[in-house]
């Protein structure tokens, strides 16, 4: 998704992948094997340098969770796992994302987490019942979807147009 907005993609797995980013999507996955892996790599401390640089970011469903106060300590947000339930709760839900023009975002949350506590900087920019599942603060987005899923290319479209100051 990100080659065919014209960016270039790698793969970050070990601390020197981190540099010379232009922006950083932490994605999906199981979010206590994601902590572990960060911890293991050694890569929790230059991510949240990274993030102090004012690298944009993304993070999507577990990618949330990992920027969430109670991980890497990056967005002011608890993010509550598995909040809408299990696998079999999973769904599918057209959202409208403010800062996203073109109407609604399919919207895909597969065991998604919510916001379950937010700090005064943090921007609701979507909700699903009354629980906000896309937010930003200054140069970090998150969701608790999985855009790629859907092919919708907006929310990356949007990262990338950020600047280091969060504009």
């Known amino acids: 998704m990100l080659r065919a907005l014209g960016a270039r993609a790698r793969e970050v797995r070990v601390p020197d992948d981190l540099r010379d980013l232009d922006a950083l999507i932490i994605p999906g996955g199981e979010s206590t094997v994601m902590s572990l ?4 790599e050694g890569l929790a401390e230059p991510l949240r ?20 106060r109670d991980h890497l300590g990056l967005l002011d947000v608890i993010a509550r796992r598995n ?22 975002m399919h919207a895909v949350f597969i065991r ?17 019942e009354a629980h906000p599942v896309a937010i930003r603060q200054g140069h970090m987005l998150a ?18 147009a950020i600047d280091g100051s969060g504009e």
């Open 37 to 40: 892996g960060i911890e293991r």
């Open 112 to 128: 998604a987490p919510w916001v379950a506590e937010h700090g005064p900087e943090v921007e609701i920019l979507g909700s699903v």
């Open 49 to 68: 340098e990274l993030v102090r640089a004012g690298t944009p970011v993304l993070g999507t469903c577990a990618g949330m969770i990992m920027l969430d």
């Open 83 to 104: 909040a809408f339930g299990r696998q079999v709760r999973s769904f599918e839900a057209d959202i409208d994302v403010k800062g996203v023009s073109g109407g609604p």
């Open 143 to 160: 969701v608790s979807f999985h855009p790629e899923l859907s092919g919708d290319s907006r929310l990356h479209e949007l990262l990338l």
